[in-house]
């Protein structure tokens, strides 16, 4: 059985930073890309990092501020969120997509991440 599960949200104020986690088990890890998405109340859930043995990509919105890497020997996805600011406040989910497939096939529960002005 498959599982994601994100921690290291929080509360945070603007400018400060969070390192979320995800850590994954029942895949083969190095065979899957692994995303973060967010979404915010009254908002669609949008991509904001995923990342694949072919390299990684980010919403405009975070270019220059989050960072998402992997540790494969840990089965283990991160997203290093600096500068963060208001508009940043959503629940934060991990997702997992074998590579040969169009959609996220696995999801974590989400963890709150509230970026205070």
């Known amino acids: 059985q498959v599982q994601l599960v994100e921690s290291g949200g929080g509360l945070v104020q603007t400018g400060g930073s969070l390192r979320l986690t995800c850590a994954a088990s029942?895949?083969?890890?190095?065979?899957?890309?692994l995303g973060w998405f967010r979404q915010a109340p009254g908002k669609e859930r949008e991509s904001v990092a995923s990342i694949s043995w072919s390299g990684s990509s980010y919403l405009d919105s975070v270019k220059g501020r989050f960072t998402i890497s992997r540790d494969n020997a840990k089965n283990t996805v991160y997203l290093q969120m600096n500068s963060l600011k208001p508009e940043d406040t959503a629940v934060y989910y991990c997702a997992a997509k074998a590579v040969d497939r169009k959609s996220y096939d696995y999801w974590g529960q989400g963890t709150q991440v509230t970026v205070s002005s």
């Open positions: 029942g895949l083969t890890f190095g065979n899957y890309r």
